[in-house]
């Protein structure tokens, strides 16, 4: 079955890409000035979202190798972002655990990224930017199944 595509959906696609090159871009310069790569500020917000996870569960959310996961957790622990521990329950796994300067580099970098997309925004109306957020809830909450 075929499916009319609206007009509009062609442009919206373009803009979304566009906005998300920019945010990246702004974002690695930002991340750079606190001394962190976009993995690790990728694996902090993983962490932090999803409570203490095992090398493989993060592998997996991450889509990258175990084996690069696990070099990253270690930059990551060599700065004391995150530390490995046992698992309560199985002393045999290993979680990783984010430490509270990932939690503080956290909360700085997103400050950060809220501050440039505060000032992009300063000629928008209120109610431009509640309907900006409400589209962008909507298209979010329909796609979150796709990750």
């Not at 373009?14 to 976009?38: A, P």
């Amino acid at each position: 079955m075929t499916q009319i595509i609206s007009e509009h959906v062609d442009s919206i696609e373009e803009y979304l890409r566009k906005v998300d090159y920019i945010i990246r871009k702004k974002g690695r310069v930002i991340l750079s000035d606190f001394n962190i790569t976009v993995p690790q500020f990728t694996a902090l917000q993983i962490l932090i979202n999803n409570g203490d996870m095992t090398i493989s569960e993060l592998s997996q959310k991450m889509d990258l190798a175990c084996s690069t996961i696990t070099d990253l957790i270690d930059r990551m622990e060599k700065t004391n972002l995150v530390r490995r521990r046992k698992d309560e329950q199985d002393k045999r796994v290993v979680r990783v655990e984010v430490l509270q300067e990932g939690h503080d580099i956290l909360a700085r970098v997103l400050e950060k990224r809220i501050e440039f997309l505060s000032e992009k925004l300063k000629g928008v109306t209120e109610e431009d930017k509640r309907t900006l957020r409400t589209a962008l809830e909507n298209l979010y909450l329909e796609m979150k199944e796709e990750i």
